[in-house]
């Protein structure tokens, strides 16, 4: 599986508030990023079938640290 890097323009306190909900869940931004990523592929797929592709919205999510 490639990783490719993404660069995202945002309001500076919607990333800080970001932040405040990755940090809570014991996340990175980068990675409270890509679980919302994930939910809204799951999301999508369960109201419109699945994209073409291998790789399953469930795959590599790191469990929140609480």
Do not use: C, H, T, W
């Amino acid at each position: 599986m490639a990783i490719k890097s993404l660069s995202v323009r945002i309001e500076e306190e919607m990333l800080e508030k970001l932040g405040y909900v990755a940090d809570y869940e014991g996340r990175s931004v980068n990675s409270q990023i890509l679980v919302l990523i994930r939910e809204s592929i799951k999301k999508f797929e369960d109201a419109n079938g699945k994209i073409k592709g291998s790789i399953d919205p469930d795959v590599n999510v790191k469990l929140p640290r609480k």
